[in-house]
């Protein structure tokens, strides 16, 4: 073999490898694109994700899921901007942080040229006791002393008999895929010590229909300054969990406990909720209300079990 073949079969070599290393290392983002008012997969949609000067391009399937390829030398935490078409609706476009981990969620808007899917018959139960679910969580971060208001429903026929014990805990973490790895979050752990055990209603029966808000704090702080820093590009979530006790008898034994978990991504200009795989009623979907997160902190709105009074301060 020649010098200048060698020469020649060199150059193919290194140029296969790196194209090679090219495609292995180029991120992906993955996320969900559903309907706002019926929350139904939205087919056909076009996802394009532009970064480092250059778009890429794809598809939802009929589960309103897309994968998308980015371009080459975008790297992960670096601001791509999104844009998602369909007729139909009206456009999508944000600016956020690139992510091979945590899932979007987007829900487009009619323009009213279409009929949303009619929303599929719910089997909802009928609770002949009392019976809590988490309906709303709000969630003010910070490097210290971060604090969540999570409002609590009763939607069962009977009331909560005094007291409720409410137990929560704001625990940082990278985005966790499936409900097997969410179960860690409900395992015992500083995070659950710090945020306390609260007992509410004490001296009044919690009826049907009624809601109740509460605080979860985490007065730890963050372990490194970087933490913070992956908290705020997006590479790590706030998870919020809860755990209620009650019961709705003196004379009988406490209700199943019920363990709520949503997380919170920082995603300028806006935050991102989305519930947990497991966790969280689902007889509730139509009528969960997201909440809000927000940088700094601010007085939770909660439940005095001394008096009964809340107080809201913002």
């Given at each position: 073999?020649?010098p200048?073949?060698?020469?020649?079969l060199?150059i193919i070599s290194?140029?296969?490898?790196t194209?090679?290393?090219?495609q292995v290392?180029?991120?992906?983002?993955?996320?969900?694109?559903?309907d706002?008012?019926?929350s139904?997969?939205?087919?056909?949609a076009?996802?394009t994700?532009i970064g480092?000067?250059?778009?890429a391009?794809?598809?939802?399937?009929?589960?309103?899921a897309?994968?998308?390829?980015l371009?080459r030398g975008?790297?992960?935490?670096k601001?791509?901007?999104?844009?998602i078409?369909k007729?139909?609706?009206?456009?999508?476009e944000k600016?956020?942080a690139a992510?091979?981990?945590?899932?979007?969620?987007?829900?487009?808007?009619s323009t009213?040229r279409n009929k949303?899917?009619k929303?599929p018959p719910?089997a909802k139960p009928?609770?002949?006791?009392?019976?809590l679910?988490?309906?709303?969580?709000?969630?003010?971060?910070?490097?210290?002393?971060s604090?969540?208001m999570v409002?609590?429903?009763?939607i069962?026929s009977?009331?909560v008999?005094?007291?409720?014990v409410?137990?929560?805990a704001i625990i940082?973490s990278?985005?966790?895929?499936?409900?097997d790895?969410?179960?860690?979050?409900f395992?015992?752990?500083r995070e659950w010590?710090?945020?306390?055990?609260?007992q509410v209603?004490?001296?009044?029966?919690?009826?049907?229909?009624v809601e109740?808000?509460y605080?979860?704090?985490l007065?730890?702080a963050?372990?490194?300054r970087s933490?913070w820093a992956?908290?705020m590009f997006g590479?790590?979530?706030?998870?919020?969990?809860?755990?209620l006790?009650?019961?709705?008898?003196?004379t009988e034994?406490?209700?199943?406990p019920i363990?709520?978990c949503?997380f919170?991504?920082?995603?300028?200009?806006?935050w991102?909720l989305?519930?947990?795989f497991?966790h969280?009623?689902l007889?509730?979907?139509?009528?969960?209300?997201?909440?809000?997160g927000?940088?700094?902190t601010a007085?939770?709105?909660?439940e005095?079990?001394t008096?009964q009074?809340?107080?809201?301060?913002?």
């Amino acid at each position: 073999m020649t010098p200048l073949t060698k020469f020649v079969l060199l150059i193919i070599s290194v140029g296969l490898s790196t194209l090679c290393w090219t495609q292995v290392n180029n991120l992906t983002m993955n996320g969900l694109v559903l309907d706002k008012v019926s929350s139904q997969p939205v087919e056909g949609a076009t996802v394009t994700i532009i970064g480092n000067k250059a778009r890429a391009d794809a598809t939802t399937d009929s589960e309103g899921a897309f994968v998308v390829n980015l371009a080459r030398g975008v790297e992960e935490g670096k601001t791509v901007r999104i844009r998602i078409q369909k007729a139909g609706y009206r456009p999508y476009e944000k600016l956020l942080a690139a992510s091979p981990e945590i899932p979007l969620r987007v829900l487009l808007e009619s323009t009213g040229r279409n009929k949303p899917p009619k929303k599929p018959p719910i089997a909802k139960p009928t609770y002949d006791r009392a019976h809590l679910a988490v309906v709303r969580v709000d969630l003010w971060a910070a490097p210290m002393n971060s604090e969540a208001m999570v409002t609590v429903r009763n939607i069962g026929s009977k009331p909560v008999v005094p007291c409720a014990v409410l137990r929560g805990a704001i625990i940082t973490s990278r985005w966790l895929s499936g409900s097997d790895s969410e179960d860690q979050l409900f395992a015992p752990r500083r995070e659950w010590e710090e945020g306390g055990k609260k007992q509410v209603n004490c001296d009044t029966d919690w009826n049907p229909g009624v809601e109740k808000t509460y605080s979860i704090k985490l007065g730890l702080a963050l372990e490194d300054r970087s933490d913070w820093a992956s908290l705020m590009f997006g590479e790590k979530v706030w998870y919020v969990v809860s755990r209620l006790q009650y019961r709705d008898s003196d004379t009988e034994s406490a209700l199943p406990p019920i363990e709520s978990c949503v997380f919170f991504r920082a995603q300028k200009p806006e935050w991102a909720l989305a519930p947990c795989f497991g966790h969280n009623d689902l007889t509730l979907k139509p009528k969960w209300t997201s909440g809000s997160g927000r940088e700094g902190t601010a007085p939770a709105e909660t439940e005095d079990p001394t008096n009964q009074h809340s107080t809201k301060q913002h």
